[in-house]
C-alpha cells in the first residue's frame, strides 16, 4: 500500500494519515512510549511522572473567529497535556516566518499567546525563530512544544476504555473547524462562528476527586468526534455507541454543517475533551463539569458496549435521531486542511 | 527601529535577529528564564534539573554532504542539551510536510534519525505530522524538542564566562556552513566539504570531574564561533581575545572560504561546541578530550580578557596571524539562510 508521494490525507486525522506514521514513523524509530499515539507522553524524571507534547501549527487563516494561530498553538500543546492529566510546567516555542510577514502580525500573535499563558501562569522558556525565502513557508507556522506534570492518581490512556464505561463531551461540537472554514472560504454565515479555542488546564483541579474513574481522555481536534472515539475504539478493542440527540450541537453550526453537507461528527474542537468514564462516577463528575464555564455544557453522550470488537466492523456506531443505527467509520482523510 | 516586515536577517544569528526576538518577544512575554536566551532552558522537577529546548529546521537542501535535515534535527536539539550540561531523556518531534513530497526521501530521513537516536538509546516518544499544499511549504520542515537531565554540579550559563578563562573550541570549525554553501550552490568544491554534523552528548561523560569548572558552553551554530562569543561575552559582560593561528579550520574548508571572501569564524557549525573554561583546569580537560574521537581536534584559542567591557567597543577580537588584533562584531545578519 505504500504510495510514491505524500499527500493532503496524510495530514488528517483519518485512516491514512494512522497508515502514513506507522509506516514511516513508527516501524522505523517505534518504541513503546512512541507506538500508542497518545496526545502526550509519559517519562519518569525522578519520582515525578511528566508528560511532553509537541504540535506544529499551519492554520490559515492566521487570524480567524475566536482566536488566532498564536493562541490556537498555545491551547492545543495546553490542551494535548491536559487528557494526559497533566498540569503544564512550560511551554517552548518554535516560529517559522516567511520573509515579508508583516512584524505587527507576529506582535499580535504574540501578544495573543501571552493572554493565555499569563492567566494560567505557565511560562514559555525557550524558543526559536527561523526566517525562510519568500514562497517558502506561507506566513507563519508556530511549533509548540510542552512538559507538564501528570497529576496524582491520574493514568490516563486510549487503551483503558472499558465496556460499560460513559463517554462525556465537555461542550457543543465542530465550532473550530466550522470557524474555519467560514473564514477561510468567506462563506460569510451568520452568525459568525467563532472557534471554540480555549485551554483545558484549568478544569484539571476540579477532577482530581474523580482521578482513579476516568480512563481515558482525548482532545477531539483532528478527526472531530468520531476520529478520535475510533482510535480509542481500536487501541481499546471495544465498541462504543453514542446517541446523537445527546451530543450538543449549536444551531448555527448545525445548519452551517446541514447546508455544506458536513457531518459534525467529524470536525475538529480546539477547546473540548472527550472522557470515558467509569459509570458509577459519571453523575458526580457530571454535575461538577456543569459548574465550570467552559464545560458548562458537559453531556453524556453515549456508552462503550458489552458487543465483542472486531476488526471487521466499524467499532463506533450512532443512534441518530430518527431512532436508526449508522456506522462512523474512521475516515481516509480530513475534508478540511489547515485547520490546525 | 522596529520595521514592518520580516527580513532574512531576522532568522540568523546576528544583531537583527537578537532586536526581533527582544522587541516582540521578550517584551511581550519574557521571563527569567525565557530572557536569558540560552540554547536550552532549565527547570526543576521534583529534585531534579531538567532542560527544555526547541528546534525548527528548514535546512536546504533537505539531503547534504554529511548529512540531511533529520540527523540535523537529531543532533542539533541533542547539543542543544549538551550545552547546558544536560543529557537527553526523550525527544519529540514535528513534521511539516509539503503535499508532493516523496514518501521514500520521509523514510530515509526517518531511518537517519533512528541511527543517531538508537546508538545513544535516546528515545523520541512522542511526535506530529502536519501536511499543507503544494507551494505553503518548501519540501520538509521538522521541529526538534527535547528533554535532558542537567547533570551533577553542571550550571552553565552564557553569564558566566570572567577573565582569566580560558576559550577551548572542540574541532575545526565552518564545516557545516559551507558544506551546505557548496551543496546548495553547487559550486563543485573537491574534496567536497562534509557537514560535522555529530551529536556531542557522548562527550558529557568525559566532563564529569570539570563540572565545576566549566562557566559556559555553546554550539556555534548560526552566527558561528564569532557570532556566538560575542553572545556570550555581550550577557557576561566581558571581553574576549582569540588567536587566529589557534583556530582549527580544515585546508579544505579554509580554501573554500577564501576562494568566496566568507570569514569561517562566522559560519556554521553542527558538531562542535566552545567552552570558557576555568584556568586552572585546562590543561587536563584538554588532554581529556583529545582522546575522545568527536573532541580529538580541541584547542585552546583564547582567553576572556582582564579589559572592562564596554557598550562601545565589539567585546570580541582576534589576533591576527599578521599579529595585528581585529574586532569580531557581532554581524547585522547570517549571510547563509537555511543553513539550519
Chains 1, 2 share one sequence.
Not at 494535548?80 to 520573509?99: M, N
Not at 517558502?136 to 509548540?144: C, H, Q, R, S
Not at 512544544?145 to 476504555?161: E, L, N, P, R, T
Amino acid at each position: 500500500m505504500t504510495k510514491d508521494t505524500i499527500t493532503l490525507s496524510d495530514g488528517g486525522g483519518g485512516k491514512q494519515a494512522a497508515r502514513l506514521i506507522r509506516e514511516v514513523f513508527l516501524s522505523t524509530y517505534g518504541n513503546a512510549e512512541l507506538n500508542k499515539l497518545e496526545d502526550a507522553a509519559e517519562i519518569k524524571v525522578g519520582r515525578e511522572r511528566i508528560a511532553f507534547t509537541t504540535d506544529s501549527y499551519t492554520v490559515k487563516p492566521v487570524f480567524f473567529p475566536g482566536g488566532d494561530i498564536g493562541t490556537l498553538a498555545i491551547c492545543g500543546t495546553i490542551n494535548d497535556l491536559f487528557v494526559k492529566g497533566a498540569y503544564p510546567l512550560a511551554l517552548a516555542t518554535g516560529f517559522i516566518l516567511e520573509e515579508g510577514f508583516p512584524v505587527s502580525d507576529l506582535k499580535k500573535i504574540a501578544v495573543a499567546m501571552h493572554a493565555v499563558v499569563k492567566v494560567l501562569n505557565i511560562p514559555i522558556i525557550t524558543g526559536d525563530t527561523k526566517v525562510v525565502t519568500r514562497g517558502e513557508v506561507d506566513g507563519i507556522f508556530i511549533n509548540t512544544s510542552g512538559i507538564g506534570m501528570v497529576q496524582k492518581d491520574m493514568d490516563i490512556s486510549c487503551a483503558y476504555a472499558r465496556p460499560g464505561d460513559d463517554i462525556i463531551v465537555s461542550g457543543a461540537i465542530a465550532e473550530h473547524g466550522m470557524a474555519i472554514l467560514n473564514a477561510r472560504e468567506q462563506l460569510g454565515f451568520s452568525p459568525e462562528i467563532k472557534s471554540d479555542v480555549a485551554p483545558l488546564c484549568p478544569v484539571l483541579a476540579y477532577l482530581s476527586d474523580y482521578a482513579v474513574s476516568i480512563h481515558a481522555m482525548r482532545d477531539p481536534t483532528r478527526g472531530g468526534l468520531a476520529g478520535i472515539l475510533n482510535e480509542i475504539a481500536l487501541v481499546s478493542k471495544v465498541t462504543i455507541k453514542l446517541w446523537e440527540n445527546k451530543i450538543p450541537v449549536t444551531q448555527e453550526v448545525q445548519s452551517c454543517c446541514s447546508l455544506l453537507g458536513i457531518d459534525p461528527l467529524y470536525v475538529a474542537n480546539e477547546g473540548k475533551f472527550v472522557m470515558i468514564v467509569e459509570s458509577s462516577a459519571t453523575a458526580a463528575l457530571l454535575r461538577h463539569l456543569r459548574k465550570i464555564p467552559v464545560t458548562s455544557r458537559s453531556a453524556v453522550i453515549g456508552k462503550v458496549q458489552d458487543k465483542t470488537f472486531s476488526d471487521a466492523v466499524p467499532p463506533v456506531s450512532l443512534e441518530t435521531h430518527l431512532g436508526v443505527e449508522r456506522f462512523l467509520p474512521l475516515l481516509e482523510g480530513d475534508p478540511l486542511p489547515r485547520i490546525c
